[in-house]
């Protein structure tokens, strides 16, 4: 599939990628697992996992988030600060976010923080946090101007921004996280967390995020 600028403008292009990301079905037709296994949580993203923190910190907190929910803009811009200054920083958590696009658009919003970053979690979170703080900018009817702007800034040129909507590889890989979530780890809305394996659905505010982290931490 290659999404042109003119293509995505017109909308044809996004209700393609909806197709091949939604495999035609709502997300509410999917099996869900009863029971999260470690081994299937764990495992890692076929796009490779972009983790703040360090890998021996006693909490392990995985978010499974879309890029155009409301309410992960609001725990990215309201609660992830302060989980990144008290915690993540400190040693205390190690943090992935997973992708799980509920529309065509956040896909490409992921897509472009993939591109931005390559390899690097900074500047992906970067990106992440951008969009989000901007997030009733670019998610409108056409995004594409407001995206490219974004993208400038992360050092995307046109070129490299339309290269990167066109990649069906990362695309596929994307289907494949959200798929994975939703048919064995039961998600099923955004945010969902993993805390150290237990699962919590919907927005959270820093002071209950610590409540669930203080047996880990006392223990740790």
């Known amino acids: 599939m290659v999404i042109t600028r003119r293509e995505f403008c017109e909308g044809g292009a996004a209700l393609a990628l909806a197709a091949a990301l939604l495999g035609g079905s709502a997300l509410g037709s999917e099996a ?20 703040l923190g360090p890998a021996n910190a006693p909490v392990t ?32 958590v190690r943090y992935m976010l997973r992708e799980f696009p509920l529309d065509p658009l956040a896909a490409a919003g992921f897509m472009l923080a993939r591109c931005a970053a390559k390899d690097d979690p900074n500047k992906y979170y970067a990106l992440i946090d951008t969009l989000f703080q901007q997030q009733t900018t670019w998610v409108v009817q ?32 994307i289907e494949n996280v959200r ?10 809305s ?11 659905s919907g927005d959270i505010s820093i002071d209950d995020l610590a409540k669930k982290m203080e047996p880990y931490l006392k223990a740790g």
């Open 190 to 200: 955004t945010p969902t967390f993993f805390i150290n394996g237990e699962k919590v």
């Open 142 to 173: 056409k995004p594409v101007e407001p995206l490219q702007a974004i993208g400038r800034q992360a050092g995307l040129s046109a070129q490299t921004f339309d290269a990167c909507l066109a990649n069906q590889s990362m695309l596929d890989k």
């Open 61 to 92: 907190i995985i978010e499974y988030a879309s890029m155009t929910c409301s309410h992960c803009a609001h725990f990215a811009t309201t609660t992830m600060p302060e989980l990144k200054k008290r915690y993540i920083d400190t040693g205390k």
């Open 179 to 188: 798929k994975t979530a939703a048919e064995k780890l039961g998600v099923n």
């Open 32 to 51: 869900f697992a009863q029971k999260v296994s470690d081994a299937e949580l764990l495992k890692p993203s076929p796009l490779g996992d972009m983790t």
